[in-house]
């Protein structure tokens, strides 16, 4: 099972769209930014995931049954 995590893209979604994991804290880092998302838009992004990782974490329960994380 891979860690938490959410894939990002601008515009329509892609196969390798930007992905950033959740730590446990309920912090992200920044996996790859394949999607080449401007610096200032991915730093608000990041910022959204975080104030909603408690729900990403529950939904990502709810879904695989089980959680992982990056640390």
Known sequence: MEPVHVHISEGAPQANATKVWITKSGKCILSNNN???????????????????GMIIRKWQEYFGETDYYC
Request: proline letters at 5%; charged letters at 35%; aromatic letters at 0%.
């Open 35 to 53: 999607s080449k998302i401007p610096e200032k838009t991915l730093r608000s992004i990041l910022r959204i995931i975080e104030a909603r990782s």
